[in-house]
């Protein structure tokens, strides 16, 4: 691969530390590069709770309070815990929400959230230059490589996306722990061991951000590899390697082995007790490709990566089934694009082991761009995702390495041809002006995108538009933003259009993706609903039924993953007794609210039961199960269901008014529920409250039981016992 040389040492030398008045100008520059990245990104604190962000601040109540239960919940329980199960493991960046949420008092006003990650964004922005200034030598260099990292429109979504801080922090500890170690390396003495302990600790907490955080491993090789290993005394490989392992390995390597222990033992312990059998397929489907079709279209993605990052003018917050086809699947072109991708990153690696002794930072931007994408790229291991551009963060401090030092090198060219005996920097800089003028230009508007869900959405249909789930977002954004009819049939359509892409390629099993099942069935039943109040019943019950049919697709979806997890638990090693099944409680709410409008009280009744048993600490499944057996006539059992309905949430006034209902239909008077203005509670003096209250929390311990939640079954006793005064005894068939 011919390219053009670039200046730098003949042989490369151990990087020198700055002499201590450059601090001041590298200081400086520091809070240049920073005002530049704010005026990139000076539309992005106004950013919204958009995608998993409403999940993470609004949904997430670990982080509601600074206590001791929601930091024991923060450091026992997986990144996704409560909404879903997931393999995740990271505190840290569950803590830093908290810290928002609660230290600052942020709660759910954004500004705060996107102000720290604005912070560790310019923090990382800094240590990238101070990194880049020590390795190459040269301030133009590492300044103008920081300031397009700044400003890059591939960054946004680490940046303006709050949850995006899980990188944010990982890039952090990385950087940080790289800069320790080359200090460690310039140092001997008590003053080594130190740096190196800090690296080590600062490796711990990015792996607790963010597993990626072990990445600092790369970083540590690549140096040792460059400028390290060519100053070792000898050229035979055998003693040479000894030298390396003696001088390198004892003395550094060493202080990394607890985040590798702390990687490799919380994600054993999380996917050991985790119900979940593997990646979801419509999000990665290179997870369920044989090897080499996988291999090819990870290499696709890297090559689109690197489309992004030199000309970053299409870009999406979803890449999703099916808009990056596996390989052999999606046409002449798809293949083309793979192996052309193959082709030019085989090059490129094979070019920068080549100049390894000239150009060492070439090299080091090479293989830090690729090296730091060894968890993501799905060439290992297989992720939760397909393509994400918030994986292209830290990746992209080695392409703006690489690519200040092309447009450097070219403007001198330029100078050289253009304007011969003018100053040769006059051409770079106006080269660097006008690229970082522009990644600023373009990050600016790219927050835009990230104002709300319609913005966000709307601009993922147009980017990726043969992803399936920009269009089911769109659908959602649609409804959510004007929830009326005219909104209603748009979302419809752009469900429907979500569905023709899922259903081109017929899949099967766990393949399929049962949310979009359950909104288009939510969207069926609404506009049943619409036409029922305009008088027109018989196209109202059609609609019902076709709400009917696709939360039946879901279900079976549903039914299909409970069935792999269930397998995948006991290929595991976990005892038959210890496994739980599991659902999408979502989805049956939608189905048994369709049910209950077709007049099927039966199947309302099986639905929730099934919700009730999947996840009891929802209320949902209590609800629909009462108002099945209320409008079947057997109140009693009703007014049980309800009352363990409240038993979750004592402010849920449709359980009260139900509840209410019930004990009119049992003609008791007077009836327990008192109302106190707009709230309402239970005669402690009736006693029919004692043995209303008796039952529900029996079902309930009965019901967390069965479901393995083990932490709520004493929760629900003790509140019991000590709330409502139901007896002890109550609880002894479940030993408490």
Known sequence: MTTPALPAPAVPSAPASPPRWEWLWLGLIGLGLGGLALVAYSNSFTAGLVLDNHIMIAVDSRIRAWNAENLRLIFTRDYWWPFYASTLY?????????????????????????????????????????????????????????????????NVEAVTNIVGRADLLQSLSILFGGWCYLRAAAVGGWRRMLWLLTMGVSACLGVLAKENGLMICVFVLLYDWLWRWPLLPGEVFGPKLAEAVKEFSLKGYVALAPAVVLVVGAHFLLVFHSPVFGEIFVDNPIAYAPRFQGTMTAMLVLGRYLGLLAFPVTLSSDYSYNQIPVYGTGGGWDTFQAWAALVFIAGLLVWAVRVRRTQ???????????????????????????????????????????????LLWVGQKLAEVLSPGAPQRRWGIALATLAVAALAARTHARNGDWQNDLSLWRSAVAAAPNSFKTHKGLANALWSENPGEPALDAAIARSLIALDILDHTPLTGIERDNTLYQDLGMFYRAKGEFLEHRGEPAEAQAYFQRSLDVLKRAQEVDEAVNRYSREASLARGRPTAEIADVGNYRLYSQLGQTYVKLGDMRGAEEVGRWAEHISPEQPIGYMLT??????????????????????????????????NRCFATLGVNPSPVLSNGPSFGLDPNNPVTTQLITEASVELVRNFTAAKQLDSVRQVRDLAVSGYHVPPQAFAEFGL
């Open 626 to 659: 009462g108002i099945a057996c209320f409008n079947t006539g057997r109140p009693q059992l009703a007014a049980r269901q309800f009352a363990e309905a409240l038993f979750l949430d004592p402010g849920n006034n449709e359980a009260w008014a139900n509840l």
């Open 90 to 154: 990271r505190p840290l960046t569950t803590l830093s929400y908290l810290f928002n949420y609660a230290v600052l008092g942020n709660g759910e006003k954004v500004m705060g959230y996107h102000v720290v990650n604005f912070l560790l964004h310019w923090a990382n922005v800094w240590l990238a230059f101070i990194i880049l200034r020590r390795l190459s030598g040269r301030l133009a260099v590492a300044a103008l490589a920081a300031a397009l990292f700044a400003v890059h429109p591939v």
């Open 360 to 406: 060492p930072l070439c090299t080091w931007g090479v293989f830090f761009f690729f090296g730091m994408q060894l968890m993501t790229s799905n060439l290992l291991l297989p992720i939760g995702s397909i393509m994400a551009e918030r994986f292209m963060y830290l990746p992209s401090v080695g392409f703006c390495a690489l690519a200040a030092q092309f």
